[in-house]
């Protein structure tokens, strides 16, 4: 595997739940650092929901790896943001033999 492109800042956060005082909780989240990224869009398909039409983006971002049980591994029920995009974490897996990168495969929920 060649070396990837790791040019995009996206920032890693973790879900925290808030109890809401009325039995439920709501949800905030935690920026645990910074990774540098490459992502590569894969396929994209049109949804009609509640709201009317939405389109979603599968994504495959690849970064420099982190131990398992490190904080600056990413996990399924976390997401990247960039900006004003956010890209929800669906799973994280080894890029390579060496264990020197990830890939997560992502989604990105857009407006129609």
Known sequence: ????????????QSPVATPDGAGG??????????HWAAIDART???R????????Q?????????APFGSDRRPRPDQRFVE???IY???TVAEADSQGRYLI???TEELPA
């Open 88 to 90: 929800r974490i669906l």
């Open 25 to 34: 909780f709501t949800t905030t989240w935690h920026s645990l650092g910074t």
């Open 57 to 65: 983006v599968a994504l495959r971002i690849t970064l420099r790896a």
């Open 104 to 106: 997560c495969t992502a």
């Open 44 to 46: 994209g398909q049109e």
């Open 48 to 55: 009609f929901g509640a709201l009317g039409p939405s389109g």
């Open 1 to 12: 595997m060649s070396a990837p492109n790791l040019s995009r800042a996206l920032v890693l």
């Open 83 to 85: 900006g004003q995009r």
